[in-house]
Nanobody, 123 residues
C-alpha cells in the first residue's frame, strides 16, 4: 500500500502562486507514474499534470506554461508549482500514483490517491 498526503493548498489572489506537495509513505512508488488531478464543485475530476520515472511529463492544456510538476525520488515526494493562478483553477487538488510506469490522464488508471487539498483563487 502507498499512502499519499497533500499539503500547500490555500487562498490566493488571481495572478498569485502556490506550491502543492505530495508525500508518499509505505511501499515506494518511485518507478510508477504520479499525477495531479483537481475537482471543482459540481464537476468531474480532471487531469492536471503527470510525471514518469524517467522524467517524462504531460500537462493539461489549461495549465501548460503556468504549472510545473516535479519529483524528488530521495524524499519520495511529488510537487506542483502553480503560477499565474486564475479563478477557474479553484478546486480540490488530488495527488495520485499508479504502479504502472506509463503516463495516464485518466483518474481511473491510478491506484493510490491522497485526501485532497483545497486551492481557492479569489480576490
Amino acid at each position: 500500500q502507498v499512502q499519499l498526503v497533500e499539503s500547500g493548498g490555500g487562498l490566493v489572489q488571481p495572478g498569485g502562486s502556490l506550491r502543492l506537495s505530495c508525500a508518499a509513505s509505505g511501499r515506494t512508488f518511485s518507478r510508477g507514474a504520479a499525477g495531479w488531478f483537481r475537482q471543482a464543485p459540481g464537476k468531474e475530476r480532471e487531469f492536471v499534470a503527470c510525471i514518469g520515472y524517467i522524467g517524462n511529463i504531460y500537462y493539461a492544456n489549461s495549465v501548460k506554461g503556468r504549472f510545473t510538476i516535479s519529483r524528488d525520488y530521495a524524499k519520495n515526494t511529488v510537487s506542483l508549482q502553480m503560477n499565474s493562478l486564475k479563478p477557474e483553477d479553484t478546486a480540490v487538488y488530488y495527488c495520485a500514483a499508479r504502479v504502472s510506469v506509463v503516463l495516464s490522464t485518466s483518474p481511473k488508471e491510478y491506484d493510490y490517491w491522497g485526501q485532497g487539498t483545497q486551492v481557492t483563487v479569489s480576490s
